[in-house]
């Protein structure tokens, strides 16, 4: 029998979806779960993207253009144009998911063993993207005590080797909710540009910013043209991560040629995703008001229940619809998969992402868990509840944390 | 500006879609084009997939399971099975198409470097995925004037080095439309065993057989349980390319702990797709005579048509809808540009896809071209007819080929 392959070992499974067999073991003895491991939201998908498909009249089903419709790359340049991020259809280029996008982006690129400078905890799947590229991660460890801002640029510089050709930030941050400031993008912005490297940001959160703050993006930098490349994605902002529809946009055109390359290579982007995504793109500024202020809801509830239980710590979160929280636990994958297999209460669990999986060396971030505030306020509740009752009667719960909590 | 990657400045643009710019062109000048360079059927998708869609309950336009919907790999399990290839449920994983599925099962069996033996010419975005993966094609060249059949056991064997680690097949064949007989499958069976190598098969062709011939899987042989890897998609079957669905399908389970790693990664495969393809792999056999009829029909005609034109030559095609064909032309990707940029008849020119591109080096294959036949007769023999002009008009038309192309 052959073996697999180095690289396949090496391939960490998902932490987000890691622990999916013990929560189906949960259910099948009756156990109602609360999935807060998932980026997977509640809000329903505007109706608009529906009837779109529904009305779409396709007597062949056939392979769209490999960059996307032209509607749809010209209906994005002008979402973004709006935003005040001047782009033109020519620099946007559909994908299945910011996932491919990020893929294709990685390839064009940067070569094998080449360096990407990466905030950690940063979301776990670049590991796999990395991995599949064979490029190198170098994390630059962020402090939840410092909710995840960026350290000072000497602390970048001191990282950057002749390896080095990219940064990458997640802005707003998942798994940690963090928003930076414009001075930490201008911070970026210095290093790239005294390095020639790449600028990648996954924005994919963009809409989703708190308290009256203000979300930039690394397009509003006109020197970043040739530098810039963002990763997009309509899952969250229309709460469509079924449909797989994203995009990659830069002003580079040497890259974007080698882009769709990649494209080419697998044919295109999926066409139902697409028609639903041209219509949901053309909703009003009062969608989005609407979903945030039910999002920022969710976040000050959560917020405010986590910080009464004991030995918890969460940090501020200022933008996407995450939390990285530490808890009084002797190791948190432990503890999630307690909460699954062994704890129930009023007849419910909730599932977490075990926070370890979202840092380079799985031996960090052992009692952290990234909580995805994704239910309606109800079920957040009675998750909650169920949370604070867990970490009570967790065998492994560390008592002195809680002091310790208290002091971060 | 930093530069793009080695790797990118290395991935060929697609032989099928590089001239589409010239078509474009024709198009803006009044000329109706005849795309015979794409696989994209003008069958009507079966209305049941759009019905699916439509009648979906959906709410809140979720992630799959990584692996696909549970229901959907049971009904392609079913699939195999009718077929006589015992296959159940955890042995399939769908694939945002079967592109996605080569990936995966490349960075899943493949280190950087090993080294796949490859039937040639052969399906020209297989380049680009080895590229991506960092493997290495080492192509075993197959002759038009025999019918691109397998060549014998002792070429295989000569090109087999420490570094290779699988054998790849397309079978029916893109773009030669061979099919191989069983005793081809034998052979290719016996050196995988003894040299202990991936037998990877792209099979999407599967029911596309005509002159009572019979398909033979490599999922067929129960000794190569650990070695056989079939990548699938509906996009032909079903005529739903656009719907971007595929599979993986392989009894190795170690092999498919690891795909489901990538798949985990890049969260899910498209949901409508899901649906649709679900509502249609049920179909009863005679959707499938109906549509092989149909090709079948349109296969003896254009054979015919070929032949009749000097200078040309046109092997035996036993499957798929694709035909790799010698022209008397100085370069066929010249040709098929001058037929977009200069050439038209009755109002009206034919899209082809130059040879060379399904070669590993670019300098074979240079007067080939393969024709995909997938439209209906009518749109065929204008296209046909469309040809067989051009190919007198064409500046650089080799008188010398006429007679060389009757002694093949």
New interface residues.
């Given amino acids: ?2 073996h ?6 090496k ?4 932490p ?2 890691k622990l999916v067999p013990f929560a189906e073991g949960a259910r099948k003895r009756g156990t109602h779960v609360y999935y807060l491991n ?1 980026g ?6 505007p109706p608009g ?2 009837e779109a ?2 009305n779409a009249d ?7 253009h ?1 960059a996307g419709n032209e509607s749809l790359r010209s209906t994005i340049a002008q979402y973004y144009t709006r935003l005040g991020l001047p782009i033109d259809t020519s620099q946007v280029l559909v994908t ?2 910011a ?2 996008a990020l893929l294709f982006a990685f ?6 063993g ?1 360096e990407i400078i990466l905030p950690e905890p940063f979301y776990a ?1 670049y ?3 990395a991995l ?1 590229a ?1 490029i190198v991660i170098v994390p630059i460890p962020t402090r939840i005590e410092e909710d995840f801002d960026l350290p000072p640029m000497e602390t970048f510089e001191s990282l950057i080797t002749p390896r080095t ?2 940064i990458m930030i997640c802005n707003p941050g998942n798994p940690t909710g963090v928003l930076y400031p414009l001075e930490s993008l201008e911070k970026l912005r210095d290093i790239v540009l005294k390095h ?3 600028l990648f940001a996954d924005e994919v959160y963009r809409e989703f910013v708190y308290e009256g703050q203000k979300h930039y993006s690394v397009l509003g930098f006109e020197e970043l043209n ?2 810039a490349i963002v990763v997009d994605s309509i899952s969250k902002r229309f ?6 529809i994203g995009c990659v946009v830069t002003r ?1 055109k ?2 974007m040629g ?1 882009i769709l ?2 494209a ?10 697409q028609i ?1 995504a041209e219509a949901v793109y053309s909703l009003p500024q009062s969608f989005y008001d609407g979903v945030i202020r039910e999002y920022d809801a969710r976040r000050t509830f959560m917020l405010k229940a986590l910080r009464e239980m004991d030995g918890v710590y969460c940090p501020n979160v200022g933008g996407a619809f995450y939390a990285m929280v530490q808890l009084p636990v002797d190791d948190a994958e432990k503890f999630c998969r307690w909460m699954l297999e062994h704890f129930s209460y009023k007849g419910a669990t909730v599932m977490m992402a075990p926070g370890n999986g979202f840092y380079n060396d799985p031996e960090d971030g052992k009692q952290q868990v990234r909580i995805a505030y994704v239910l309606k306020q109800e079920d957040l509740a009675a998750a909650m509840e169920c949370l604070a009752e867990g970490l009570k009667a967790y065998p492994g719960r560390l008592v002195e944390a809680t002091a310790a909590a208290k002091n971060i």
Avoid at 40 to 45: A, F, K, L, R, V
Avoid at 58 to 64: D, E, G, T
Avoid at 264 to 273: D, E, H, K, N, V
Wanted: proline share 8%; hydrophobic share 30%.
């Fill in positions: 029998m052959p697999i392959s180095q690289r396949a070992e391939m960490p499974e998902s987000i979806r998932i997977q939201p509640d809000i329903e998908t993207f529906y498909i529904r396709l007597k062949v089903l056939s392979y769209s490999s299945t998911g996932s491919e390839m064009s690129c940067l070569n094998p080449d799947n590991i796999g993207f599949t064979g050709k990219a020639d490297l790449y040739d530098h709460s469509a991560c079924g449909a797989r580079n040497t890259v080698s390359k990649y080419q290579a697998r044919l295109s982007p999926p066409t139902m995703g639903g």
